[in-house]
């Protein structure tokens, strides 16, 4: 494919693997200025250059994906800003197998000052595709413009199953231009879904089984600290497993519950068991693997656990200088005493 600059690009071969083959640049220092991007995410002017990296191959420029180009996806690609060229890699037939597992906060009713989500997928996702195929949208099916932030990279887990989406900060912090000048990226009052389509394409680049979506009320914002001195605690008797069930006064943010809360036993031993995360991301509960010892106990808990808004136990997300209750609180844990007995 040729376009008015007179540079070529195909799909080609390089070193055994797959590659877009960028011919006509000769003698040019050009490899910094050559970007690849998904089409579906440059319409929405949101769109990470697809990682990778370019090669020399004679007089032409290979570049090789650091993740395998999806089958049935277009491509971009632009030389210093200017689209040169835009390539559709070849559907599959194989059939769709990965699926949306969950969408947090799994709560009904979230702050305006809503700071972040969750999606998982069940297997392994591609990159460069989320701007694309993941937004919020009102009950009329219309984009909420501007409510999720624009990342030249996307916030995947190791595994690349849990995608982390992040409503605008700068909109959400009160003092900000972005805040004065556009609002909150939600309403008071104003239902809104979180949006996956089935267009979002996994690491082999099989679209979803199906798209995926969860529904919210907006309520008033989240303006305190976390505290866990509000939870109520069910603590089971000794000899048992028993979980200990802890109950939060508000939804946590479900990406850190799991790695903030942990307990010791007597001589300050970790207790082994399983931990779940209950409903709306309101309690949390520990099965041990062996019966409670007695004797004094702790649950402890991490300081950077956060609630929807992303306030912490040691700091507001979005503090009003003004109130001297908003100030840091430090960044130490908290230790919550309990005895089965």
């Known amino acids: 494919m040729v376009d008015r600059s007179g540079v070529a690009v195909s799909w080609s071969r390089h070193g055994g693997a797959d590659c877009l083959r960028l011919a006509g640049l000769a003698g040019l220092e050009l490899e910094a200025r050559v970007r690849i991007r998904p089409a579906t995410a440059v319409a929405l002017g949101t769109a990470p250059p697809t990682a990778g990296r370019l090669l020399r191959d004679g007089p ?82 219309d984009v909420l413009a501007g409510a999720l932030l624009a990342t030249d990279q996307e916030l995947w887990d190791a595994a690349r199953r ?15 231009a972005p805040h004065r000048e556009a609002g909150y990226p939600l309403r008071s009052g104003a239902p809104f879904r979180l949006v996956v389509d089935g267009g979002f394409r996994d690491a082999r680049g099989r679209r979803l089984r199906a798209g995926a979506e969860r529904h919210y009320q907006v309520a008033d914002d989240e303006r305190r600290h976390v505290d866990p001195q509000a939870w109520t605690l069910r603590v089971p008797p000794a000899g048992t497993t028993a979980p200990l069930r802890v109950g939060f006064d508000r939804p946590l943010d479900h990406g850190l519950i799991a790695r903030c809360l942990r307990v010791v036993g007597p001589e300050d031993w970790p207790v082994d068991g399983v931990a779940d995360v209950g409903a709306e991301e309101r309690s949390w509960r520990l099965t041990p693997r062996h019966g409670w010892a007695p004797g004094p106990h702790r649950l402890v808990v991490d300081p950077v656990l956060e609630d929807l808004a992303g306030n912490s136990l040691g700091r507001l997300f979005d503090r009003d200088l003004a109130r001297p209750t908003d100030d840091p609180r430090g960044a130490r844990g908290v230790i919550v005493p309990f005895r089965p007995a």
């Open 60 to 141: 032409d420029l290979c570049f090789l994906p650091r993740f395998p180009f999806l089958d049935g996806t277009a491509y971009v690609v632009t030389v210093d800003g200017a689209a040169v060229a835009e390539l559709t890699r070849a559907g599959s037939d194989a059939a769709a197998t990965t699926e949306v597992l969950a969408i947090h906060p799994s709560a009904a009713t979230v702050p305006r000052n809503l700071l972040r989500a969750y999606v998982w997928f069940s297997a392994p996702m591609s990159e460069g595709q989320a701007a694309g195929h993941v937004r919020l949208v009102d009950d009329a099916g």
């Open 162 to 176: 849990r995608l982390t989406v992040l409503l605008d900060p700068a909109r959400i912090k009160r003092g900000l």
